[in-house]
């Protein structure tokens, strides 16, 4: 079993930056993602990382995501730089023992954290 715990999240302006964070209680799961989904829209995966720490990264973030884990701590990261007011939305952390890309069917899910970009 394993539990996903989200912090960091927040109200920014446009051009700011957030670190979101995410640890993983449990068993360390080998694919842990983020995503987000914003009212009346679908949930959408943003970045993911495998246990060798390859990294993939939505179209519409390259450049601005960064994922990252931190193994000692059990901890996932998402650097979010130079916002963006359509970055508003509720980010979560997923994971699996099994990949699923940019699709929404991991097995385990944080609360998730509200990020909110003001122009």
């Known amino acids: 079993q394993v539990q996903l715990v989200e912090s960091g999240g927040g109200s920014v302006q446009a051009g700011g930056s957030l670190r979101l964070s995410c640890v993983a209680f449990g068993y360390e799961p080998y694919y842990m993602g983020w995503f987000r989904q914003a009212p009346g829209k679908e949930r959408e995966g943003v970045a993911v990382?495998?246990?060798?720490?390859?990294?993939s990264y939505a179209e519409s973030v390259k450049g601005r995501f960064t994922i990252s884990k931190e193994n000692a701590k059990n901890t996932l990261y998402l650097q979010i730089d130079s916002l963006k007011p359509e970055d508003t939305a509720m980010y979560y952390c997923?994971?699996?023992?099994?990949?699923?890309?940019?699709?929404?069917?991991?097995?385990?899910w944080g609360q998730g954290t509200q990020v909110t970009v003001s122009s």
């Open positions: 997923a994971a699996d023992w099994f990949p699923h890309g940019f699709l929404p069917d991991y097995k385990y």
């Open positions: 990382i495998d246990s060798d720490e390859r990294t």
